[in-house]
């Protein structure tokens, strides 16, 4: 007979507040992570519904959010600005309408050749950050994401670590975020400690 998940508790994204306030709150620029629950909210990085999500600002590991369909994501600060990407191209002919199409594009990472000497400081950056994804997840043995806007809605590049919590106890559930909250910020602080030599080769 198969086993049926406990009901998630109402108090766990408190639970999830109180873990990571207690985890991160000797990181620079702490503030206490917010529970967020309710219509307010808006979509997870796959455009669902969002159920709650436990936020705070500036730190390397941005929200810990579950969505409608039982997926629970971990999410770290932006390591990039959409908008940014006019600012910095804006003579090479990158207006809204071309930023849609690249950003469409980018999702297939098939189509990022095509980008490189047009667009080489910015996709320099995105395969510096798939790079560090990759080696975060052989490292860690966790599944890490890099996630590049498909549309305007978004306006941030992120690292990213998912999973299907639909079947778990919220023991369970706590110990995969526990996991994936210690490997994005590895690969946020990876990011971070690296982009200054990035920053120094000779695209920049």
Known sequence: MRK?????????P???????DEHFKGEPFYQPYEVRIGDI??????KEDLKWSVQSQSLSCYAVEKDVKGQIWV???????????IEDYWRDGLDSSQLKVLLRDLQDKKNWRKYDRKYRKLMARLRFGEKIAKLVTKKTGVKIGLF?????YFKYCHFY?????????????MQEIKSRADAIVLAYKSWDEGKEKLYRRRIY
């Open 41 to 46: 909210l808006g979509w997870s990085l796959e």
């Open 148 to 152: 590049i806007p498909p549309n305007f």
């Open 4 to 12: 049926v998940a406990e009901v998630e508790s109402q108090d766990f």
């Open 161 to 173: 670590s998912v999973f299907d919590a639909s079947n778990m106890t919220d023991d369970q559930k």
């Open 75 to 85: 999410i770290s600060d932006a390591i990039d600005r959409i908008d940014g990407w």
């Open 14 to 20: 408190k639970r999830v507040k109180e873990y990571l």
